[in-house]
């Protein structure tokens, strides 16, 4: 094989690579829940606030608890860590 053979077949595996990526990354993460135009045809699954199962309640705990980390992350901010991971404020 050429020079120029193994660089276009090295070219194009890494194109391939990154284009799978791109199309995994927009299929798993692409729904960020914001609005697109277009009108909501379904109502919410909770009208109320808070849960009545047990399971549901310590699943949107720890949804929660995954918001404020995330957000402690990205803000550097870790003042809300405390409260939310030990239930004792600062």
């Given at each position: 094989?050429?020079?120029r ?49 047990p ?22 901010d ?13």
């Amino acid at each position: 094989m050429t020079t120029r053979g193994r660089t276009l077949a090295v070219g194009g595996a890494l194109l391939a690579i990154v284009a799978g990526g791109l199309l995994a990354g927009f299929l798993a993460f692409g729904d960020d829940g914001q609005s697109s135009g277009a009108t909501e045809t379904t109502p919410p699954t909770s009208p109320i606030g808070t849960p009545t199962d047990p399971r549901a309640q310590v699943e949107q705990a720890y949804l929660d608890a995954w918001d404020v980390w995330a957000d402690a992350l990205l803000q550097l901010d870790v003042s809300q860590l405390p409260e939310t991971f030990t239930g004792l404020s600062n």
